[in-house]
Protein backbone atom coordinates (compact mmCIF):
# COMPACT_ATOMS: atom_id res chain seq x y z
CA UNK A 1 0.00 0.00 0.00
CA UNK A 2 1.40 3.34 -1.04
CA UNK A 3 1.27 5.91 1.45
CA UNK A 4 1.72 9.71 0.82
CA UNK A 5 2.17 10.49 4.38
CA UNK A 6 5.02 7.53 4.52
CA UNK A 7 6.43 9.60 1.81
CA UNK A 8 10.09 12.08 2.54
CA UNK A 9 9.63 15.02 0.46
CA UNK A 10 12.04 17.79 -0.55
CA UNK A 11 14.48 16.48 1.53
CA UNK A 12 17.94 15.43 -0.05
CA UNK A 13 19.78 12.19 0.56
CA UNK A 14 22.80 10.75 -0.50
CA UNK A 15 23.59 7.06 -1.70
CA UNK A 16 26.75 5.08 -2.67
CA UNK A 17 26.15 2.93 -5.64
CA UNK A 18 29.24 1.00 -6.21
CA UNK A 19 30.81 -0.79 -9.14
CA UNK A 20 29.93 -4.68 -9.72
CA UNK A 21 31.62 -7.49 -11.82
CA UNK A 22 29.11 -9.32 -14.23
CA UNK A 23 29.68 -12.75 -15.21
CA UNK A 24 32.77 -13.62 -12.71
CA UNK A 25 34.41 -15.64 -15.57
CA UNK A 26 32.12 -18.89 -15.56
CA UNK A 27 28.82 -17.16 -14.61
CA UNK A 28 28.57 -15.68 -17.69
CA UNK A 29 25.43 -13.93 -17.44
CA UNK A 30 23.94 -15.09 -14.45
CA UNK A 31 26.38 -13.97 -11.86
CA UNK A 32 28.16 -10.79 -10.11
CA UNK A 33 29.40 -9.51 -7.24
CA UNK A 34 29.27 -6.08 -5.73
CA UNK A 35 32.66 -4.12 -5.06
CA UNK A 36 33.12 -1.45 -1.85
CA UNK A 37 35.03 0.59 -4.53
CA UNK A 38 34.88 2.75 -6.69
CA UNK A 39 31.41 4.25 -6.49
CA UNK A 40 28.67 6.74 -7.95
CA UNK A 41 27.81 9.46 -5.40
CA UNK A 42 24.00 10.47 -5.88
CA UNK A 43 21.74 13.17 -4.10
CA UNK A 44 18.17 12.43 -4.40
CA UNK A 45 14.80 14.56 -3.62
CA UNK A 46 11.44 13.33 -3.80
CA UNK A 47 9.26 16.51 -4.86
CA UNK A 48 5.67 17.06 -6.50
CA UNK A 49 6.59 18.47 -9.81
CA UNK A 50 6.07 15.07 -11.69
CA UNK A 51 9.15 15.39 -13.51
CA UNK A 52 12.94 14.00 -14.01
CA UNK A 53 15.71 16.42 -13.31
CA UNK A 54 19.26 15.13 -14.05
CA UNK A 55 22.70 16.80 -13.38
CA UNK A 56 25.99 16.11 -13.35
CA UNK A 57 27.83 17.70 -9.99
CA UNK A 58 30.82 17.68 -11.71
CA UNK A 59 30.64 18.98 -15.72
CA UNK A 60 30.46 15.36 -16.26
CA UNK A 61 28.37 15.23 -19.76
CA UNK A 62 24.70 13.01 -19.06
CA UNK A 63 21.93 12.92 -20.99
CA UNK A 64 19.56 14.98 -19.09
CA UNK A 65 16.05 13.94 -20.88
CA UNK A 66 15.39 11.39 -18.54
CA UNK A 67 14.16 8.87 -21.03
CA UNK A 68 17.80 8.60 -22.46
CA UNK A 69 19.61 8.83 -19.31
CA UNK A 70 20.26 5.43 -16.88
CA UNK A 71 19.16 6.82 -13.85
CA UNK A 72 16.33 8.45 -15.52
CA UNK A 73 14.30 5.70 -16.89
CA UNK A 74 13.90 3.40 -14.11
CA UNK A 75 12.68 6.27 -12.09
CA UNK A 76 10.48 7.35 -14.44
CA UNK A 77 9.09 3.62 -14.97
CA UNK A 78 8.55 3.87 -10.92
CA UNK A 79 6.67 6.93 -11.24
CA UNK A 80 4.27 5.23 -14.04
CA UNK A 81 3.79 2.55 -11.49
CA UNK A 82 3.11 4.37 -8.13
CA UNK A 83 0.92 6.89 -10.20
CA UNK A 84 0.85 9.92 -8.03
CA UNK A 85 2.18 13.57 -9.03
CA UNK A 86 5.65 13.11 -7.93
CA UNK A 87 8.92 13.49 -9.27
CA UNK A 88 12.81 13.50 -8.64
CA UNK A 89 15.60 15.91 -8.71
CA UNK A 90 19.20 13.88 -8.89
CA UNK A 91 22.91 15.27 -8.82
CA UNK A 92 25.39 12.68 -10.04
CA UNK A 93 28.62 12.57 -9.39
CA UNK A 94 30.69 10.08 -11.52
CA UNK A 95 33.10 7.47 -10.02
CA UNK A 96 32.38 4.48 -12.38
CA UNK A 97 34.01 4.88 -15.60
CA UNK A 98 31.61 4.68 -18.47
CA UNK A 99 33.03 1.70 -20.83
CA UNK A 100 35.15 0.02 -18.04
CA UNK A 101 32.74 -3.16 -17.66
CA UNK A 102 32.37 -2.35 -13.91
CA UNK A 103 28.56 -1.27 -14.04
CA UNK A 104 28.56 2.15 -14.35
CA UNK A 105 25.54 2.20 -15.49
CA UNK A 106 24.10 -0.21 -13.19
CA UNK A 107 25.06 1.85 -10.28
CA UNK A 108 23.38 5.18 -11.96
CA UNK A 109 20.17 2.83 -12.33
CA UNK A 110 20.40 1.09 -9.20
CA UNK A 111 21.56 4.47 -6.87
CA UNK A 112 18.34 6.14 -8.57
CA UNK A 113 15.96 3.58 -7.90
CA UNK A 114 17.60 2.35 -4.15
CA UNK A 115 17.35 6.44 -3.40
CA UNK A 116 13.57 6.82 -4.52
CA UNK A 117 12.42 3.48 -2.55
CA UNK A 118 13.87 5.14 0.31
CA UNK A 119 12.07 8.27 -0.07
CA UNK A 120 8.72 6.66 -0.87
CA UNK A 121 9.03 4.99 2.43
CA UNK A 122 10.15 1.29 0.93
CA UNK A 123 6.92 0.29 -0.77
CA UNK A 124 9.56 -2.05 -3.34
CA UNK A 125 11.02 -5.12 -2.90
CA UNK A 126 14.49 -5.34 -3.63
CA UNK A 127 13.80 -7.73 -6.32
CA UNK A 128 11.22 -4.78 -8.01
CA UNK A 129 13.97 -2.50 -7.54
CA UNK A 130 16.16 -4.68 -9.92
CA UNK A 131 13.49 -4.70 -12.54
CA UNK A 132 13.09 -0.98 -12.59
CA UNK A 133 16.67 -0.39 -12.82
CA UNK A 134 16.64 -3.08 -15.58
CA UNK A 135 15.05 -0.77 -17.67
CA UNK A 136 18.31 1.60 -17.38
CA UNK A 137 20.60 -1.02 -18.57
CA UNK A 138 18.11 -1.37 -22.02
CA UNK A 139 18.88 2.43 -22.54
CA UNK A 140 22.88 2.46 -21.80
CA UNK A 141 23.39 -1.10 -23.76
CA UNK A 142 19.76 -1.90 -25.11
CA UNK A 143 19.33 -4.89 -23.30
CA UNK A 144 17.62 -5.54 -20.26
CA UNK A 145 20.18 -7.56 -17.87
CA UNK A 146 20.31 -7.74 -13.95
CA UNK A 147 23.83 -9.64 -13.93
CA UNK A 148 24.87 -5.74 -12.50
CA UNK A 149 21.94 -4.03 -11.27
CA UNK A 150 20.74 -7.37 -8.61
CA UNK A 151 24.46 -7.68 -6.80
CA UNK A 152 24.33 -3.43 -6.76
CA UNK A 153 21.06 -3.71 -5.11
CA UNK A 154 21.33 -6.91 -3.40
CA UNK A 155 25.47 -6.51 -2.06
CA UNK A 156 27.50 -10.00 -1.98
CA UNK A 157 27.10 -12.15 -4.88
CA UNK A 158 23.64 -12.88 -6.79
CA UNK A 159 22.82 -15.07 -8.97
CA UNK A 160 20.02 -14.52 -11.66
CA UNK A 161 18.80 -17.70 -12.13
CA UNK A 162 16.23 -17.24 -14.46
CA UNK A 163 15.71 -13.20 -16.35
CA UNK A 164 11.97 -14.14 -17.53
CA UNK A 165 10.56 -14.83 -15.09
CA UNK A 166 13.38 -12.76 -12.64
CA UNK A 167 14.50 -15.31 -10.06
CA UNK A 168 17.65 -14.09 -8.10
CA UNK A 169 19.18 -15.27 -5.33
CA UNK A 170 21.90 -13.94 -3.22
CA UNK A 171 25.01 -16.45 -2.63
CA UNK A 172 26.27 -15.53 0.58
CA UNK A 173 29.99 -14.66 0.52
CA UNK A 174 33.19 -14.87 1.92
CA UNK A 175 35.35 -13.01 2.97
CA UNK A 176 37.79 -12.16 -0.23
CA UNK A 177 40.42 -9.14 -1.76
CA UNK A 178 39.20 -7.85 -5.10
CA UNK A 179 41.86 -6.16 -7.51
CA UNK A 180 40.67 -4.43 -10.64
CA UNK A 181 42.38 -3.03 -13.51
CA UNK A 182 41.01 -1.19 -16.44
CA UNK A 183 42.89 -0.71 -19.49
CA UNK A 184 41.74 2.26 -20.99
CA UNK A 185 40.70 0.95 -24.04
CA UNK A 186 36.87 1.00 -25.43
CA UNK A 187 35.30 -2.13 -25.73
CA UNK A 188 31.52 -2.18 -26.28
CA UNK A 189 29.07 -4.53 -24.86
CA UNK A 190 26.85 -4.93 -28.09
CA UNK A 191 30.65 -5.92 -30.28
CA UNK A 192 31.99 -7.98 -27.35
CA UNK A 193 28.45 -10.09 -27.24
CA UNK A 194 28.69 -9.93 -31.47
CA UNK A 195 31.98 -11.87 -31.47
CA UNK A 196 30.49 -14.35 -29.16
CA UNK A 197 29.46 -17.95 -31.06
CA UNK A 198 25.68 -18.83 -31.01
CA UNK A 199 26.42 -22.32 -30.74
CA UNK A 200 29.10 -24.18 -28.15
CA UNK A 201 30.21 -27.59 -28.05
CA UNK A 202 28.39 -29.59 -25.35
CA UNK A 203 31.84 -30.78 -23.60
CA UNK A 204 32.72 -27.20 -23.14
CA UNK A 205 29.48 -26.26 -21.66
CA UNK A 206 29.67 -29.58 -19.18
CA UNK A 207 32.56 -27.93 -18.30
CA UNK A 208 31.69 -24.39 -17.84
CA UNK A 209 28.46 -25.74 -15.44
CA UNK A 210 30.94 -28.18 -13.85
CA UNK A 211 33.42 -24.92 -13.02
CA UNK A 212 30.38 -22.51 -12.44
CA UNK A 213 28.59 -25.08 -9.48
CA UNK A 214 32.02 -25.49 -8.21
CA UNK A 215 32.45 -22.02 -8.13
CA UNK A 216 29.38 -21.53 -5.76
CA UNK A 217 29.88 -24.48 -3.98
CA UNK A 218 33.20 -22.65 -3.05
CA UNK A 219 31.84 -19.73 -1.87
CA UNK A 220 29.12 -21.12 0.22
CA UNK A 221 31.39 -23.86 1.70
CA UNK A 222 34.00 -21.13 1.78
CA UNK A 223 36.44 -23.29 -0.07
CA UNK A 224 39.02 -20.34 -1.39
CA UNK A 225 41.07 -22.99 -3.13
CA UNK A 226 37.60 -24.57 -5.06
CA UNK A 227 36.96 -20.65 -5.86
CA UNK A 228 40.57 -20.59 -7.38
CA UNK A 229 40.04 -23.53 -9.34
CA UNK A 230 36.72 -22.99 -10.49
CA UNK A 231 37.44 -19.78 -11.94
CA UNK A 232 38.02 -21.09 -15.54
CA UNK A 233 35.85 -20.10 -18.34
CA UNK A 234 36.21 -22.16 -21.73
CA UNK A 235 33.45 -20.31 -23.98
CA UNK A 236 33.56 -16.78 -23.28
CA UNK A 237 37.20 -15.86 -22.16
CA UNK A 238 39.19 -17.33 -24.92
CA UNK A 239 37.14 -15.19 -27.75
CA UNK A 240 36.36 -11.89 -25.51
CA UNK A 241 39.99 -11.61 -24.03
CA UNK A 242 41.61 -10.89 -27.68
CA UNK A 243 40.12 -7.50 -27.26
CA UNK A 244 41.78 -7.20 -24.14
CA UNK A 245 45.95 -6.01 -24.78
CA UNK A 246 48.01 -7.96 -22.19
CA UNK A 247 45.14 -10.16 -20.93
CA UNK A 248 46.77 -13.61 -20.52
CA UNK A 249 50.02 -12.19 -19.38
CA UNK A 250 47.70 -9.85 -16.10
CA UNK A 251 46.06 -13.02 -15.58
CA UNK A 252 48.82 -15.51 -15.26
CA UNK A 253 51.35 -12.90 -13.35
CA UNK A 254 47.95 -12.42 -11.29
CA UNK A 255 48.19 -15.78 -10.32
CA UNK A 256 51.85 -16.17 -9.93
CA UNK A 257 51.76 -13.20 -7.31
CA UNK A 258 49.17 -15.15 -5.33
CA UNK A 259 45.53 -14.74 -6.59
CA UNK A 260 42.90 -17.07 -6.72
CA UNK A 261 42.26 -16.39 -10.22
CA UNK A 262 40.00 -14.16 -12.21
CA UNK A 263 39.16 -12.68 -15.34
CA UNK A 264 37.22 -9.91 -17.52
CA UNK A 265 34.94 -7.72 -15.49
CA UNK A 266 31.43 -7.85 -17.65
CA UNK A 267 32.90 -7.79 -21.21
CA UNK A 268 35.65 -5.99 -19.95
CA UNK A 269 38.29 -4.29 -20.35
CA UNK A 270 38.76 -4.34 -16.82
CA UNK A 271 40.32 -7.31 -15.19
CA UNK A 272 39.41 -8.85 -11.76
CA UNK A 273 41.48 -11.18 -9.89
CA UNK A 274 40.53 -12.37 -6.24
CA UNK A 275 42.97 -13.03 -3.21
CA UNK A 276 42.82 -14.46 0.39
CA UNK A 277 44.35 -11.39 1.84
CA UNK A 278 44.79 -7.41 1.51
CA UNK A 279 48.68 -7.94 1.28
CA UNK A 280 48.31 -10.45 -1.87
CA UNK A 281 45.32 -8.15 -3.42
CA UNK A 282 48.23 -5.15 -3.15
CA UNK A 283 50.97 -7.57 -4.66
CA UNK A 284 48.77 -8.35 -7.66
CA UNK A 285 47.63 -4.76 -8.28
CA UNK A 286 51.64 -4.02 -8.57
CA UNK A 287 51.83 -6.56 -10.86
CA UNK A 288 49.18 -5.33 -12.78
CA UNK A 289 50.73 -1.96 -12.57
CA UNK A 290 54.14 -3.07 -14.04
CA UNK A 291 52.18 -4.90 -17.51
CA UNK A 292 50.51 -2.19 -18.51
CA UNK A 293 53.45 0.51 -18.03
CA UNK A 294 55.49 -1.29 -19.59
CA UNK A 295 53.49 -1.14 -22.90
CA UNK A 296 52.58 2.25 -22.12
CA UNK A 297 48.84 1.82 -21.66
CA UNK A 298 47.06 4.52 -19.44
CA UNK A 299 45.11 2.08 -16.51
CA UNK A 300 43.31 2.60 -13.53
CA UNK A 301 43.18 -0.01 -10.74
CA UNK A 302 41.35 -0.68 -7.36
CA UNK A 303 42.38 -2.61 -4.72
CA UNK A 304 39.10 -3.71 -2.51
CA UNK A 305 36.64 -6.04 -1.00
CA UNK A 306 33.25 -7.09 -1.74
CA UNK A 307 30.07 -5.36 -0.50
CA UNK A 308 27.41 -7.13 1.34
CA UNK A 309 25.33 -4.08 1.71
CA UNK A 310 25.51 -2.88 -2.14
CA UNK A 311 23.99 0.94 -2.12
CA UNK A 312 24.69 2.46 1.15
CA UNK A 313 22.01 5.67 2.31
CA UNK A 314 23.78 8.25 3.88
CA UNK A 315 22.08 10.14 6.70
CA UNK A 316 21.10 13.09 4.34
CA UNK B 1 53.01 -46.98 3.10
CA UNK B 2 51.72 -49.76 2.39
CA UNK B 3 52.21 -52.35 5.52
CA UNK B 4 50.94 -56.07 5.53
CA UNK B 5 50.90 -56.10 8.85
CA UNK B 6 47.25 -53.91 8.66
CA UNK B 7 45.79 -56.05 6.53
CA UNK B 8 42.86 -58.38 7.46
CA UNK B 9 43.18 -61.79 5.93
CA UNK B 10 41.38 -64.79 5.23
CA UNK B 11 37.77 -62.43 6.89
CA UNK B 12 35.00 -61.73 4.92
CA UNK B 13 33.40 -58.58 5.46
CA UNK B 14 30.15 -57.34 3.93
CA UNK B 15 29.55 -54.27 2.52
CA UNK B 16 25.92 -52.34 1.39
CA UNK B 17 26.53 -50.84 -1.85
CA UNK B 18 23.77 -48.45 -2.74
CA UNK B 19 22.13 -47.07 -5.79
CA UNK B 20 22.87 -43.49 -6.98
CA UNK B 21 20.95 -40.74 -9.03
CA UNK B 22 23.65 -39.29 -11.65
CA UNK B 23 22.99 -35.94 -13.71
CA UNK B 24 20.34 -34.93 -11.49
CA UNK B 25 18.50 -32.64 -14.25
CA UNK B 26 21.04 -29.20 -14.97
CA UNK B 27 24.05 -31.58 -13.85
CA UNK B 28 24.67 -33.63 -16.26
CA UNK B 29 27.73 -35.21 -16.40
CA UNK B 30 28.82 -33.72 -13.37
CA UNK B 31 26.51 -33.93 -10.34
CA UNK B 32 25.33 -37.11 -8.42
CA UNK B 33 24.02 -38.17 -5.34
CA UNK B 34 23.64 -41.39 -3.43
CA UNK B 35 20.40 -43.70 -1.86
CA UNK B 36 19.53 -45.09 1.23
CA UNK B 37 18.08 -47.75 -1.03
CA UNK B 38 18.55 -50.23 -3.29
CA UNK B 39 21.20 -51.68 -2.67
CA UNK B 40 23.98 -54.27 -3.70
CA UNK B 41 25.53 -56.46 -0.78
CA UNK B 42 29.03 -57.73 -1.31
CA UNK B 43 30.91 -60.17 0.85
CA UNK B 44 34.54 -59.51 0.28
CA UNK B 45 37.54 -61.25 1.78
CA UNK B 46 41.05 -60.54 1.06
CA UNK B 47 43.71 -63.17 0.55
CA UNK B 48 47.15 -64.43 -0.88
CA UNK B 49 46.02 -66.09 -3.79
CA UNK B 50 46.87 -63.46 -6.16
CA UNK B 51 43.54 -63.56 -8.08
CA UNK B 52 39.85 -62.49 -8.07
CA UNK B 53 36.96 -64.60 -7.78
CA UNK B 54 33.47 -63.05 -8.51
CA UNK B 55 30.38 -65.16 -7.72
CA UNK B 56 26.68 -64.41 -7.46
CA UNK B 57 25.17 -65.32 -4.50
CA UNK B 58 21.71 -65.99 -6.51
CA UNK B 59 22.26 -67.21 -9.67
CA UNK B 60 22.68 -63.57 -11.22
CA UNK B 61 24.31 -64.23 -14.17
CA UNK B 62 27.82 -62.35 -13.69
CA UNK B 63 30.98 -62.04 -15.78
CA UNK B 64 33.41 -64.29 -13.93
CA UNK B 65 36.39 -63.40 -15.63
CA UNK B 66 37.32 -60.49 -12.91
CA UNK B 67 38.41 -58.10 -16.41
CA UNK B 68 35.35 -58.33 -17.62
CA UNK B 69 33.27 -57.68 -14.69
CA UNK B 70 32.81 -53.90 -13.22
CA UNK B 71 33.84 -54.99 -9.97
CA UNK B 72 37.06 -57.43 -10.78
CA UNK B 73 38.72 -54.29 -12.50
CA UNK B 74 39.14 -52.20 -10.09
CA UNK B 75 40.27 -54.30 -8.03
CA UNK B 76 42.80 -55.99 -10.18
CA UNK B 77 44.42 -52.12 -10.75
CA UNK B 78 44.20 -52.23 -7.02
CA UNK B 79 46.18 -55.16 -6.65
CA UNK B 80 48.55 -53.83 -9.64
CA UNK B 81 49.07 -50.56 -7.67
CA UNK B 82 49.65 -52.53 -4.12
CA UNK B 83 52.56 -55.24 -5.88
CA UNK B 84 52.49 -57.31 -3.24
CA UNK B 85 50.70 -61.29 -3.76
CA UNK B 86 47.56 -60.43 -2.51
CA UNK B 87 43.57 -61.53 -3.74
CA UNK B 88 39.98 -61.03 -3.14
CA UNK B 89 36.91 -63.41 -2.99
CA UNK B 90 33.55 -61.34 -4.04
CA UNK B 91 30.25 -62.61 -3.37
CA UNK B 92 27.82 -60.39 -4.98
CA UNK B 93 23.98 -59.94 -4.50
CA UNK B 94 22.26 -57.38 -6.89
CA UNK B 95 19.62 -55.88 -6.11
CA UNK B 96 19.86 -52.85 -8.62
CA UNK B 97 18.93 -53.63 -11.58
CA UNK B 98 21.67 -53.49 -14.43
CA UNK B 99 20.38 -50.92 -16.69
CA UNK B 100 17.86 -49.24 -14.66
CA UNK B 101 19.78 -45.88 -14.73
CA UNK B 102 20.93 -46.51 -10.93
CA UNK B 103 23.99 -46.92 -10.97
CA UNK B 104 24.31 -50.44 -10.97
CA UNK B 105 27.80 -51.34 -11.43
CA UNK B 106 29.02 -48.18 -9.73
CA UNK B 107 27.84 -49.67 -6.82
CA UNK B 108 29.55 -52.91 -7.95
CA UNK B 109 32.99 -51.12 -8.68
CA UNK B 110 32.84 -48.92 -5.33
CA UNK B 111 31.93 -51.46 -3.12
CA UNK B 112 34.28 -53.71 -4.35
CA UNK B 113 36.89 -50.84 -3.72
CA UNK B 114 35.64 -49.51 -0.60
CA UNK B 115 35.39 -53.52 1.06
CA UNK B 116 39.04 -54.28 -0.39
CA UNK B 117 40.96 -50.73 0.93
CA UNK B 118 38.95 -51.17 3.87
CA UNK B 119 40.42 -54.93 4.15
CA UNK B 120 44.03 -53.63 3.23
CA UNK B 121 44.10 -51.02 6.31
CA UNK B 122 43.00 -48.16 4.79
CA UNK B 123 45.89 -47.18 2.23
CA UNK B 124 43.93 -45.24 -0.81
CA UNK B 125 41.98 -42.07 -0.12
CA UNK B 126 38.35 -41.81 -1.50
CA UNK B 127 39.47 -40.02 -4.22
CA UNK B 128 41.57 -43.12 -4.97
CA UNK B 129 38.79 -45.27 -5.05
CA UNK B 130 36.31 -42.99 -7.48
CA UNK B 131 40.19 -43.40 -9.27
CA UNK B 132 40.01 -47.44 -9.27
CA UNK B 133 36.17 -47.56 -9.61
CA UNK B 134 35.86 -45.91 -12.63
CA UNK B 135 37.88 -48.66 -14.82
CA UNK B 136 34.71 -50.83 -13.51
CA UNK B 137 32.21 -48.04 -15.37
CA UNK B 138 35.02 -48.50 -18.46
CA UNK B 139 33.95 -51.86 -18.17
CA UNK B 140 30.42 -51.55 -18.57
CA UNK B 141 30.34 -48.73 -20.29
CA UNK B 142 33.32 -47.81 -22.38
CA UNK B 143 34.15 -44.80 -20.55
CA UNK B 144 35.47 -44.01 -17.51
CA UNK B 145 32.86 -41.46 -15.43
CA UNK B 146 32.72 -40.45 -12.00
CA UNK B 147 29.09 -39.28 -11.42
CA UNK B 148 27.69 -42.58 -10.26
CA UNK B 149 30.96 -43.85 -7.99
CA UNK B 150 31.92 -40.60 -6.63
CA UNK B 151 28.45 -40.45 -4.73
CA UNK B 152 28.43 -44.00 -4.03
CA UNK B 153 31.68 -43.51 -2.24
CA UNK B 154 31.41 -40.16 -0.67
CA UNK B 155 28.17 -40.30 0.05
CA UNK B 156 25.63 -37.47 -0.07
CA UNK B 157 25.82 -35.20 -3.13
CA UNK B 158 28.59 -34.85 -5.19
CA UNK B 159 30.31 -32.49 -7.75
CA UNK B 160 32.92 -33.87 -10.58
CA UNK B 161 34.21 -30.25 -11.61
CA UNK B 162 37.10 -32.31 -13.20
CA UNK B 163 37.49 -35.83 -14.00
CA UNK B 164 41.39 -34.88 -15.63
CA UNK B 165 42.41 -33.84 -13.11
CA UNK B 166 39.49 -35.44 -10.97
CA UNK B 167 38.28 -32.77 -9.19
CA UNK B 168 35.60 -33.90 -6.34
CA UNK B 169 33.72 -31.73 -4.28
CA UNK B 170 31.37 -33.10 -1.49
CA UNK B 171 28.13 -31.16 -1.34
CA UNK B 172 26.07 -30.88 2.02
CA UNK B 173 22.64 -32.50 1.13
CA UNK B 174 19.82 -31.13 2.97
CA UNK B 175 16.97 -33.77 3.83
CA UNK B 176 14.78 -34.85 0.87
CA UNK B 177 13.17 -37.65 0.42
CA UNK B 178 13.61 -39.28 -3.05
CA UNK B 179 11.11 -40.91 -5.68
CA UNK B 180 12.29 -43.68 -8.52
CA UNK B 181 10.58 -45.25 -10.50
CA UNK B 182 12.01 -47.75 -13.11
CA UNK B 183 10.28 -48.42 -16.29
CA UNK B 184 10.83 -52.00 -17.43
CA UNK B 185 12.25 -50.85 -20.73
CA UNK B 186 15.97 -50.73 -21.89
CA UNK B 187 18.05 -47.83 -22.29
CA UNK B 188 21.57 -48.40 -23.08
CA UNK B 189 23.88 -45.62 -22.01
CA UNK B 190 25.63 -45.67 -25.17
CA UNK B 191 22.67 -44.95 -27.02
CA UNK B 192 21.43 -42.18 -24.84
CA UNK B 193 24.53 -40.60 -25.23
CA UNK B 194 24.38 -41.06 -29.14
CA UNK B 195 21.45 -38.67 -29.47
CA UNK B 196 22.81 -36.17 -28.14
CA UNK B 197 23.81 -33.36 -30.10
CA UNK B 198 27.65 -32.26 -29.55
CA UNK B 199 26.89 -28.34 -30.04
CA UNK B 200 23.83 -26.53 -27.73
CA UNK B 201 22.44 -23.14 -28.34
CA UNK B 202 25.00 -20.80 -26.15
CA UNK B 203 21.63 -19.15 -24.50
CA UNK B 204 20.29 -22.83 -23.47
CA UNK B 205 23.74 -23.78 -21.95
CA UNK B 206 23.27 -19.94 -19.86
CA UNK B 207 20.22 -21.23 -18.38
CA UNK B 208 21.60 -24.87 -17.40
CA UNK B 209 24.61 -23.15 -15.88
CA UNK B 210 21.81 -20.76 -13.86
CA UNK B 211 19.89 -23.34 -12.72
CA UNK B 212 23.22 -25.47 -11.83
CA UNK B 213 23.95 -22.74 -9.87
CA UNK B 214 21.01 -21.99 -8.40
CA UNK B 215 20.64 -26.21 -7.85
CA UNK B 216 23.94 -25.62 -5.74
CA UNK B 217 22.62 -22.83 -3.79
CA UNK B 218 19.49 -24.36 -3.09
CA UNK B 219 21.45 -27.53 -1.76
CA UNK B 220 23.82 -25.59 0.46
CA UNK B 221 21.18 -22.93 1.77
CA UNK B 222 18.87 -25.63 2.40
CA UNK B 223 15.80 -23.85 0.32
CA UNK B 224 14.17 -26.47 -0.98
CA UNK B 225 11.91 -24.29 -3.34
CA UNK B 226 15.03 -22.56 -4.92
CA UNK B 227 15.83 -26.76 -5.69
CA UNK B 228 12.42 -27.57 -7.12
CA UNK B 229 12.79 -24.00 -9.25
CA UNK B 230 16.24 -25.14 -10.41
CA UNK B 231 15.43 -28.84 -11.36
CA UNK B 232 15.18 -27.34 -14.94
CA UNK B 233 16.94 -29.11 -18.04
CA UNK B 234 16.98 -27.44 -21.76
CA UNK B 235 19.44 -29.52 -23.17
CA UNK B 236 19.39 -33.34 -22.11
CA UNK B 237 16.43 -34.03 -21.23
CA UNK B 238 14.28 -32.76 -24.57
CA UNK B 239 16.13 -35.21 -26.05
CA UNK B 240 16.80 -38.41 -24.02
CA UNK B 241 12.76 -38.45 -22.35
CA UNK B 242 11.50 -39.49 -25.50
CA UNK B 243 12.90 -42.58 -25.01
CA UNK B 244 11.20 -42.96 -22.15
CA UNK B 245 7.46 -43.98 -21.91
CA UNK B 246 5.39 -41.55 -20.26
CA UNK B 247 8.09 -39.57 -18.51
CA UNK B 248 6.80 -36.33 -18.80
CA UNK B 249 2.96 -37.21 -17.89
CA UNK B 250 5.24 -38.99 -15.08
CA UNK B 251 6.76 -35.53 -14.20
CA UNK B 252 4.12 -33.42 -14.76
CA UNK B 253 1.62 -35.26 -12.46
CA UNK B 254 4.77 -35.62 -9.60
CA UNK B 255 5.08 -32.48 -9.42
CA UNK B 256 1.26 -31.73 -9.32
CA UNK B 257 1.49 -34.53 -6.49
CA UNK B 258 4.41 -32.14 -4.26
CA UNK B 259 7.21 -32.88 -5.68
CA UNK B 260 9.94 -30.29 -6.07
CA UNK B 261 11.14 -31.63 -8.95
CA UNK B 262 13.35 -34.34 -10.71
CA UNK B 263 13.52 -35.49 -13.76
CA UNK B 264 15.56 -38.85 -15.68
CA UNK B 265 18.46 -40.92 -13.40
CA UNK B 266 21.56 -41.25 -14.79
CA UNK B 267 20.47 -42.13 -18.43
CA UNK B 268 17.47 -44.01 -18.01
CA UNK B 269 15.44 -45.21 -18.02
CA UNK B 270 13.88 -44.26 -14.01
CA UNK B 271 12.90 -41.28 -13.36
CA UNK B 272 13.86 -39.69 -9.86
CA UNK B 273 11.70 -36.95 -7.89
CA UNK B 274 12.58 -35.20 -4.80
CA UNK B 275 10.13 -34.04 -1.93
CA UNK B 276 10.36 -32.20 1.08
CA UNK B 277 8.47 -35.21 3.28
CA UNK B 278 8.36 -38.90 3.42
CA UNK B 279 4.45 -38.48 2.96
CA UNK B 280 4.78 -36.70 -0.38
CA UNK B 281 7.21 -38.80 -1.73
CA UNK B 282 4.91 -41.55 -1.06
CA UNK B 283 2.51 -39.59 -3.14
CA UNK B 284 4.13 -39.40 -5.39
CA UNK B 285 4.96 -43.24 -5.85
CA UNK B 286 1.27 -43.58 -5.78
CA UNK B 287 1.31 -41.19 -9.11
CA UNK B 288 3.82 -43.33 -10.85
CA UNK B 289 2.24 -46.74 -10.24
CA UNK B 290 -1.13 -45.48 -11.32
CA UNK B 291 0.00 -44.03 -14.50
CA UNK B 292 2.47 -47.24 -15.58
CA UNK B 293 -0.43 -49.81 -14.40
CA UNK B 294 -2.27 -47.80 -17.16
CA UNK B 295 -0.23 -48.78 -20.06
CA UNK B 296 0.83 -52.03 -19.05
CA UNK B 297 4.46 -51.99 -18.62
CA UNK B 298 6.22 -53.35 -15.87
CA UNK B 299 8.20 -50.83 -13.02
CA UNK B 300 9.65 -51.22 -9.86
CA UNK B 301 9.43 -48.52 -7.81
CA UNK B 302 11.27 -47.18 -4.62
CA UNK B 303 10.93 -44.50 -1.64
CA UNK B 304 14.20 -43.67 -0.24
CA UNK B 305 16.19 -40.77 1.21
CA UNK B 306 19.83 -39.20 0.65
CA UNK B 307 22.24 -40.98 2.35
CA UNK B 308 25.30 -39.56 3.30
CA UNK B 309 27.04 -42.12 4.10
CA UNK B 310 27.30 -44.09 0.77
CA UNK B 311 28.38 -47.30 1.18
CA UNK B 312 28.27 -49.05 4.59
CA UNK B 313 30.68 -51.63 5.68
CA UNK B 314 28.97 -54.21 8.08
CA UNK B 315 30.01 -55.98 10.91
CA UNK B 316 31.41 -59.10 9.72
Same mark, same amino acid.
Given at each position: ?17 ? *? ?29 ? @? ?10 ? /? ?16 ? =? ?5 ? &? ?17 ? *? ?20 ? $????? #??? &?????? @? ?11 ? &? ?9 ? /? ?5 ? #? ?11 ? $?????? =? ?7 ? /? ?49 ? *?????? &? ?21 ? #???? $? ?7 ? =? ?18 ? /???
Amino acid at each position: MIERSNFILNKKITVQAP *ATVANLVCGFDVLGLCLEAPYDTMDVTLNNS @GIVTLKSSDGYP /LPTDPVLNTAGAPLLEMM =AEINMEI &GFDVVITKNIKPGSGLGSS *AASAAGAVVAANYLLGGVFSKS $ELVRF #AMS &GEKVAS @GVKHADNVAPCIY &GGITLIRSIFP /LDIVSIA #APSLYVTVVHPQI $EVKTAD =ARQILRKEV /LLKDAIRQWGNIAGLVAGFLQNDLDLVGRSLEDVIIEPVRSILIPEFNKVK *AQSKLA &GALGGGISGSGPSIFMLSKTMQT #AKEV $EVTMREIYT =AIELPFYTYVTTISNEGIKI /LSS
